[in-house]
């Protein structure tokens, strides 16, 4: 009987770890208690579980993703160097009109002019 005791306690303990990871406790503890030595080093060197659990999550998570893609894709104004978005035809800080396909040069930033002699 005292064999059973210790299963549950080392079905427990992993389940702990696996929870404290994101996995189902149920399935980690199944596994501690059958096969403790190896379920216990799987779940101490297992990373944590990152995978979306809720579809809000993975919306967020797209959200995320999107919003740092945009935030990469600026160009700096060529009058101001402020950073903008490449789709924009008048820049929000300093409110020049931009040439179509403005963004697509390799010199976004135009030369300073010559100084007055
Ligand atoms: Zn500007």
Redesign the pocket.
Known sequence: MEWLVGMAIAGGLVALIAVNKGRSGLAWFFYGAFLFPIAFVHACVMGRDTTPKTVAEAEAATARREAAEREASRRP??????L?LPAAAV??????E?PAGWADSRHALSPLPDPAP
């Open positions: 104004c060529p009058k101001c160097a402020e903008i820049c929000p800080q300093c409110r020049s931009l």
